[in-house]
């Protein structure tokens, strides 16, 4: 039996926020967290999937990303099909310059 948070059909991608930035991440094929959209996990296989959400559900428990959620990926562009995941792959609303700068 699936324990799979997501109801979506076709391509999913697994995000969440950085807890301590509050950066858009998503899951890469080596199942750690990136900032760059384009190196998002897309997948289909459940289990896949399923190591997904425990990689997800760990690092949630641990206090490395909150909010975790698949996404549903439009199949034929690789992009989110929903409006605010598209506004999330464009990066963060605010000037992070001062971010940047003391890094």
């Known amino acids: ?8 059909k076709g391509p999913q991608a697994m995000t969440a926020n950085e807890l301590q930035d509050g950066f858009s991440v998503w899951l890469d094929p080596s199942l750690n967290w990136t900032r760059i ?6 997948t289909e296989d459940e289990d896949l999937m399923e190591k997904m959400q425990d990689k997800a559900d760990a690092d949630e428990q641990n206090n490395i990303v909150v909010g975790t959620y698949f996404i549903d990926i439009e199949p034929d562009t690789g992009l989110p099909v ?7 792959v464009k990066g963060p609303s605010y000037d992070t310059a ?6």
Do not use: C, P, V, W
């Open 37 to 42: 959209f384009a190196d998002a996990l897309r």
């Open 82 to 88: 929903r409006y605010r995941e598209k506004f999330r």
């Open 98 to 103: 001062d971010l940047l700068e003391s890094q």
């Open 1 to 8: 039996m699936s324990t799979l948070k997501h109801k979506g």
